[in-house]
């Protein structure tokens, strides 16, 4: 009696596995993935190591804005599961609040460390990336640029707003500070996936004149 063929199992997983992710949806999927990423920027942190920085860049951090709150969150957070700790009697609830109050401790503090460790890039060749922590990563190219301002606003809306025109803000602490335009659309791919284009790029960098100035003149 022949038994079943040799590579029946190893066909099996491949299939198994494609089974599974298209249970799983995209997004959770992309979500799954910027947590991994910024809790590896953790490490990076504490290295004072940067992601995707190579000699003869000019990184850009563009964290300046957020940093406070970012701080101030925690410290709410770390008070507040120190009340808790204290108010809650029952030791099995009290274990449950306690892990989810330091998981999000610290994964507010992998996102931050994320934006410093991924700052904005501009290549010799005049070429930008622009990024926020693990969530927003475009790269232009340097003939895709029409032209690069020091340009201060204070958008309203979440961190990536797309108007109607295609004007794309990358709002870091509620301003930007540079606004790229571009002479073609470009797509770039939110947080969970969707893709958009833009015509107009704004964003923040901590200090955008040398950012513009890094791109006006390319090595």
Known sequence: MSGPPKNAGMSGRPQGI????????????RLVRHELRAFASLGRWVGHRT??????????????PQTAMLYGLLF????????????????????????LDLYGVVLVTALHAACV???????P???????????FDLVVPQDAIASVRVDRR???????????????????????????EL???LTF???????ETARTIRFHADDPRALVGALRQPA
């Open 18 to 29: 494609r089974a599974a992710r298209a249970a799983v949806p995209v997004a959770v999927c």
């Open 51 to 64: 992601h995707g920085v190579r000699p003869g860049d000019l990184a850009a951090a563009y964290t300046g």
């Open 76 to 99: 709410v957070m770390v008070v507040e599961t120190v009340g808790l700790a204290l108010l809650i009697p029952w030791p099995v609830v009290h274990l449950v609040f306690l892990v």
């Open 117 to 123: 460790t991924r700052p904005h890039v501009v290549r």
């Open 125 to 135: 060749d005049g070429s930008l990336r622009i990024r926020y922590g693990a969530l």
């Open 154 to 180: 204070y958008p309203e809306g979440r961190l990536i707003t797309l108007s109607d025109d295609g004007v794309l803000d990358l709002i870091v602490g509620s301003q930007t500070s540079v606004t790229v």
């Open 183 to 185: 002479n073609r659309p």
């Open 189 to 195: 791919t939110r947080p969970f996936g969707a893709s």
